[in-house]
């Protein structure tokens, strides 16, 4: 298994005025190959070296203890970017379809009602964290929030949809006001894109 930096399927500045064109160099180039680095570094010498990040983060309780801090901050903060950058996208911040929207309308109500649990999950994440919308065991869409690189794939859930809300994601240009690039966030999501991973949670 070879782990590597994801090649954004856009241009940095793409994304613009919603996510400027420094950030993204920074965060996708230096902050997320700073993750890939140390987790590659820390599973080196490890029995986990060729599993996949998601069969890793998955079973993260039987990563040897003197890895497993480094695994599971690094290798989170890996897999989390991962998926962060394909949700994005230009020319996008429409509304979801088809079974992806009527399984949000079945469990949150509305697509509005899922974006002001969602916003509020990303809002209120002390420090450090993501905001997510998963597809948990038992095949429900579900939002909740992590700490710090941790990752819904520990917990058995897997992840369609997520914001990051470590300061790095938004501060050059919002800067603390992080309800301001939440809400500027829904202007970038790539609703095909979250509709497939939603489509291949459910098989």
């Given at each position: 298994?070879?782990?590597?930096?994801?090649?954004?399927?856009?241009?940095?500045?793409?994304?613009?005025?919603?996510?400027?064109?420094?950030?993204?160099?920074?965060?996708?180039?230096?902050?997320?190959?700073?993750?890939?680095?140390?987790?590659k570094?820390?599973?080196?010498?490890?029995?986990?070296?060729?599993?996949s990040?998601?069969?890793?983060?998955?079973?993260?309780?039987?990563?040897?203890?003197?890895?497993?801090?480094?695994v599971?901050?690094?290798?989170g903060g890996?897999?989390?970017h991962?998926?962060?950058?394909?949700?994005?996208?230009?020319?996008?911040?429409?509304?979801?379809?088809?079974?992806?929207?009527?399984?949000?309308?079945?469990?949150?109500?509305s697509?509005?009602?899922f974006?002001?649990k969602?916003?509020?999950?990303?809002?209120?994440?002390?420090?450090?964290?993501?905001?997510?919308?998963?597809?948990?065991?038992?095949?429900?869409?579900?939002?909740?929030k992590?700490?710090?690189?941790?990752?819904?794939?520990?917990?058995?859930?897997?992840?369609?949809?997520?914001?990051?809300?470590?300061?790095h994601?938004y501060?050059?240009?919002?800067?603390?006001?992080?309800?301001?690039?939440?809400?500027?966030?829904y202007?970038?999501?790539n609703?095909?894109?979250?509709?497939?991973?939603?489509?291949?949670?459910?098989?």
């Amino acid at each position: 298994m070879s782990y590597k930096l994801p090649d954004l399927e856009y241009e940095y500045n793409s994304l613009e005025p919603y996510i400027d064109e420094e950030t993204m160099h920074l965060h996708h180039d230096k902050h997320h190959q700073a993750y890939l680095d140390k987790f590659k570094t820390a599973i080196e010498q490890t029995p986990l070296n060729g599993k996949s990040i998601e069969e890793i983060l998955s079973n993260i309780n039987v990563v040897p203890e003197a890895q497993r801090s480094a695994v599971r901050n690094n290798g989170g903060g890996y897999a989390n970017h991962s998926l962060y950058w394909k949700i994005m996208g230009p020319n996008a911040g429409n509304v979801p379809e088809g079974k992806l929207a009527d399984a949000i309308n079945d469990s949150f109500g509305s697509f509005d009602e899922f974006k002001k649990k969602f916003s509020d999950a990303a809002a209120t994440q002390f420090g450090s964290g993501w905001a997510w919308l998963v597809v948990n065991k038992d095949k429900k869409l579900e939002v909740t929030k992590t700490s710090n690189q941790d990752t819904p794939l520990s917990e058995g859930k897997i992840p369609i949809l997520n914001i990051d809300v470590w300061e790095h994601a938004y501060y050059l240009n919002y800067k603390n006001k992080r309800p301001d690039y939440i809400e500027a966030f829904y202007n970038v999501i790539n609703w095909k894109k979250v509709s497939e991973l939603f489509a291949n949670a459910m098989l």
